[in-house]
């Protein structure tokens, strides 16, 4: 006996009209009369009422209409995808959103190296209109995965020449699939022209070990 079939049987047995099971699965008397005649299925929230509304099990209602079976099991697999695929769509947008944002990145995760200072011994600092005697261009790559660095966004802070480095970095998912994840940057700071090379430093700021960076030292103009 398939569902049709019993749907018909208990709804006899339990003296109701169409129109009157119809009324409380609030659907429409013609609705009952499809699903009564295999015309069409209820969908799996429906048939727990009907089994709740008649006290019967869902094995009971739908053992022996495999047609019913395969066609809830469709059903339950497009929900699934359903929600894979807007769990996937949510994901990717909040990844666009979060990867437009840059973050202050983390010295204990990055490399730098090819580290180049370039400084122009004839300039003195008086023209207000140049802030800067000293180029440092560098690579620095990212150690995490989902993280790379923004090469437009390094800053240098000065203190009497012992220079600190800072240097944003952006998030995304798909950073997993870059396998460099490395930039080149470059930045400019005044330095005392009274600083000798030997004197400078160069440290990341916020470094907790505190370790200098190696670099190689150029003068133009002498």
Known sequence: MNLSEKMKKLRAENHLTQEQLAEELQVSRSTISSWET??????????????????????????????????????IKQKRMLVVLVT????????????????????????????????????????????????????????NVFFKPIGDDLLVSNENGNLSLQINWSFSIFHIFDTHRF?????????????????????????????????DISTINK
Request: proline letters at 4%; a negative charge; aromatic letters at 8%.
């Open 38 to 75: 295999g015309r069409s299925y209820p969908d799996l929230e429906m048939v727990i009422e009907i089994c709740d509304r008649f006290n019967v099990s869902l094995d009971f209602l739908l053992r022996e209409d495999e047609k019913m079976v395969r066609k809830l099991n469709f059903g």
């Open 183 to 215: 930039v080149k940057a470059d930045q400019s700071v005044l330095l005392d022209e009274n600083v000798a090379n030997e004197e400078i430093t160069l440290k990341w700021d916020g470094d907790k070990s505190n370790h200098l960076i190696p670099f």
């Open 88 to 143: 996937i769509l949510l994901v990717l947008l909040v990844n666009t959103v979060v990867s437009a944002t840059p973050f202050k990145a983390n010295p204990e995760s990055l490399e730098i190296s090819h580290v180049k200072l370039q400084r122009d011994l004839s300039y003195n600092g008086e023209d207000p209109n140049r802030d800067w005697n000293t180029t440092i261009d560098l690579t620095v790559k990212s150690n």
